[in-house]
C-alpha cells in the first residue's frame, strides 16, 4: 500500500494527516513484522475511515461489549484468532462505584478522567447507572486511572477491575416514529426524526452536527437509503428502519427507530 495516497482518502486536514499517518504506522507495521497490535480508542467515524484507508487489511475492532461506540482497531496475524482479544486483551474493563444519591453522569464521570490528566482517546464507552459506572481504559494507562481516579467532582469514587461480561450496560429505549415525508433528503428525514423544523435541520446539517452511517455530512440534499443511520450532535440518532410506498398525497411513508 502507497501511504500517502492511503492518507490521502480520508484525511482532511494536516491534523488529520499526522492523526492517519500513526494509525497507518502501528498497523501496517504490524502487518508487515507479523505481530498483533491495536490503537487508542476511536470514535465510530474514526473506525470507518479506517476501514477505508487501509483497505483490504483485515482489521478486527473491540470495544469491550457488544455495541460499544468507540473501539480500538486490532490487527491480528493468521495464528491469532479474535479470541487471544479475551485473553490478552489491549484495553480493561473498570468500575467506579459511589453515593447513589450523588447521581453521577456521563459527563461527571468523564470530566473525572480529564481532570487526573486522562486523554479521551484513552477511554472508551461510559456507562452510568444508580450508585455505579462502567468504562472502558486502554491497558496501558490502567495502573494510573486506579491509582489516581478518587472522585468525580466532590463525590468520592471506589474503583475495581472487572471482567467484559459483568460490565452493566443500560437498556437502549427505541421509539417507532411512523411519518410522511416528501423525499428522502437527508433534512426532510432529519426533520421529520428529531421532530423540527425543516429550516432548522439545514441549519444542523451546515454547522456539521449531522452524520449519515457514522460520518458528518454537509449536504442537506442527500438521498438516504432503507437502514442509514442517522445522528445529530446534542439531539441523539435513529435509523431510517423502513422505506414504504407513496401516498395519495405523492409523499413517501417512512418508519424511523429513534434512540432515546
Known amino acids: 500500500m502507497d501511504k500517502q495516497k492511503c492518507i490521502s482518502k480520508v484525511a482532511k486536514t494536516d491534523e488529520e494527516r499526522i492523526f492517519y499517518a500513526r494509525l497507518y504506522d502501528r498497523l501496517v507495521g504490524a502487518e508487515q513484522k507479523n505481530i498483533p497490535a491495536s490503537t487508542n480508542f476511536l470514535t465510530a467515524a474514526e473506525q470507518v475511515l479506517l476501514r477505508q484507508m487501509l483497505a483490504p487489511l483485515e482489521l478486527t475492532f473491540f470495544g469491550g461489549c457488544a455495541g ?23 484495553i480493561a474493563a473498570v468500575r467506579a462505584e459511589f453515593f447513589e444519591k450523588d447521581a453521577l453522569t456521563h459527563r461527571d464521570i468523564l470530566g473525572g478522567l480529564m481532570g487526573i490528566g486522562i486523554k479521551r482517546e484513552t477511554v472508551g464507552d461510559i456507562y452510568v447507572g444508580k450508585g455505579r459506572c462502567d468504562f472502558f481504559v486502554t491497558c496501558e494507562i490502567l495502573p494510573y486511572v486506579m491509582d489516581n481516579l478518587l ?8 474503583l475495581e477491575q472487572i471482567g467484559f461480561d459483568a460490565v452493566e450496560v443500560p437498556p437502549i429505549t427505541v421509539k417507532e416514529i411512523r411519518d410522511t415525508v416528501p423525499s428522502l433528503r437527508l433534512d ?7 421532530s423540527m ?11 456539521g452536527k449531522v452524520s449519515v452511517n457514522d460520518l458528518p455530512t454537509l449536504k442537506a440534499d442527500k438521498l438516504l437509503s432503507e437502514g442509514d443511520k442517522i445522528s445529530a450532535r446534542g439531539f441523539g440518532k435513529f435509523v431510517l428502519r423502513q422505506v414504504g410506498g407513496r401516498t395519495k398525497k405523492d409523499r413517501i411513508s417512512i418508519v424511523i427507530e429513534a434512540y432515546r
Open 68 to 90: 460499544a461506540e468507540r473501539a480500538v482497531a486490532c490487527w491480528l496475524p493468521e495464528y491469532l484468532d479474535e479470541s487471544w482479544l479475551m485473553e490478552e486483551p489491549p
Open 151 to 158: 472522585s468525580a467532582g466532590r463525590t468520592k469514587l471506589h
Open 188 to 194: 426532510s428525514i432529519v426533520g421529520s426524526g428529531f
Open 197 to 207: 423544523a425543516r429550516g432548522k435541520a439545514c441549519d444542523l446539517i451546515a454547522a
